[in-house]
């Protein structure tokens, strides 16, 4: 009974979390055979190719390991058979925030307000506050295959 009520509450939990992935798909592996390393340097150079990427994102309520089962689990159904976290953070996100800061675009410069636009817009309002502001999540991850089982795909 105990573990079904941890299965269900993990199931509710993993809906908060989006995943996105970009990358080649090959046929579904088993959950338990995807590999789950915390480290470039823990993945061995020799093993594996990287066939895709992740980018999870969760409110920051979401325990770090439910994002990676989430991840892995989609690692599966796209047939890799390791994952490699890459990067995480927790970074604001508010209705005037975009995801340009992950493409490498550099942060906008804090602008001078003009006494012209103080007159037509009322007194500056810091974009921080509760209403505006909150918190979010963001896990890199990359997909890995074995080089053996993509040189087989790919080179029948």
């Given at each position: 009974?105990?573990?079904?009520?941890?299965?269900?509450?993990?199931?509710?939990?993993?809906?908060?979390?989006?995943?996105?992935?970009?990358?080649?798909?090959?046929?579904?592996?088993?959950?338990?055979?995807?590999?789950?390393?915390?480290?470039?340097?823990?993945?061995p150079a020799d093993k594996y190719l990287v066939?895709?990427?992740?980018?999870?994102?969760?409110?920051?309520?979401?325990?770090?390991?439910?994002?990676?089962?989430?991840v892995q689990q989609q690692g599966a159904e796209?047939?890799?058979?390791?994952?490699?976290?890459?990067?995480?953070?927790?970074?604001?996100?508010?209705?005037?925030?975009?995801?340009?800061?992950?493409?490498?675009?550099?942060?906008?410069?804090?602008?001078?307000?003009?006494?012209?636009?103080?007159?037509?817009?009322?007194?500056?309002?810091?974009?921080?506050?509760?209403?505006?502001?909150?918190?979010?999540?963001?896990?890199?991850?990359?997909?890995?295959?074995?080089?053996?089982?993509?040189?087989?795909?790919?080179?029948?």
């Amino acid at each position: 009974m105990k573990r079904s009520w941890i299965l269900l509450s993990a199931l509710l939990l993993a809906g908060c979390v989006n995943v996105d992935y970009v990358g080649r798909k090959f046929a579904p592996v088993p959950l338990h055979k995807v590999k789950v390393y915390l480290s470039r340097k823990d993945v061995p150079a020799d093993k594996y190719l990287v066939i895709g990427r992740f980018t999870a994102k969760a409110k920051p309520r979401i325990h770090p390991y439910e994002i990676e089962y989430k991840v892995q689990q989609q690692g599966a159904e796209f047939g890799g058979d390791a994952i490699c976290l890459t990067d995480s953070y927790i970074r604001p996100n508010g209705a005037y925030n975009t995801d340009l800061e992950e493409f490498g675009s550099p942060v906008p410069a804090k602008s001078i307000v003009s006494p012209k636009e103080k007159e037509l817009f009322g007194k500056e309002v810091r974009l921080e506050n509760a209403t505006m502001w909150s918190k979010l999540r963001v896990c890199h991850y990359l997909l890995l295959k074995e080089r053996d089982a993509v040189n087989r795909a790919l080179f029948p």
